[in-house]
């Protein structure tokens, strides 16, 4: 029996993925910011001086994508780069006085798009929903895992 790429689950999870990084984006098109962007000033708001490296193990990027983030959000204002003391290869990431102002303004956002997303939606469902998440997003890293290498 042939897959019904019209009904997989996976395929819906993607647009579903599409749908809401196109919502976040025109959200935050005024602040000229891209999602993943924000994300990583997210991690800087909480703890403001966090290693590239770090950061790029903590969104999942690959150090390709999270050097050019840093870069972008750097040309923008928003972040400064400072070579670590104990080695030159290493880069602190701190938040400039531009990035730290958009941390109140972005959180009203981003709660904004969380309600949006969520409305229509009670809190028992919102529950099941994030277990079952949680439960292919397991599923996927432990195949993942075991089948790294395959292709090589």
């Known amino acids: 029996m042939p897959y019904d790429l019209e009904n997989s689950y996976t395929v819906f999870i ?3 993925h599409l749908a809401i990084a196109g919502y976040i984006k ?3 098109a005024p602040f000229n910011l891209a999602p993943e962007q924000t994300f990583v000033l997210m991690l800087l708001w909480k703890k403001d001086g966090l290693a590239q490296n770090e950061i ?3 969104l999942g990027k690959d150090k390709t994508n999270i050097t050019r983030m840093i870069s972008n959000l750097e040309s923008k204002g928003f972040i400064r780069k400072i070579t670590c003391t104990d080695d ?3 880069f602190k990431i701190y938040l400039t006085p531009e990035g730290a102002q958009l941390e109140q303004e972005v959180a009203v956002i981003m709660k904004e798009i969380s309600l949006d997303l969520m409305d229509g939606i009670s809190d028992d469902e919102l529950i099941v929903l994030r277990r079952l998440l949680n439960k292919i997003k397991d599923n996927a890293r432990v195949n993942e895992a075991a089948t790294a290498g395959i292709s090589d």
Do not use: A, I, Q, S
């Open 14 to 16: 993607r647009d579903v």
């Open 26 to 28: 025109n959200k935050l």
């Open 56 to 58: 790029g193990e903590r």
């Open 88 to 90: 030159r290869r290493c």
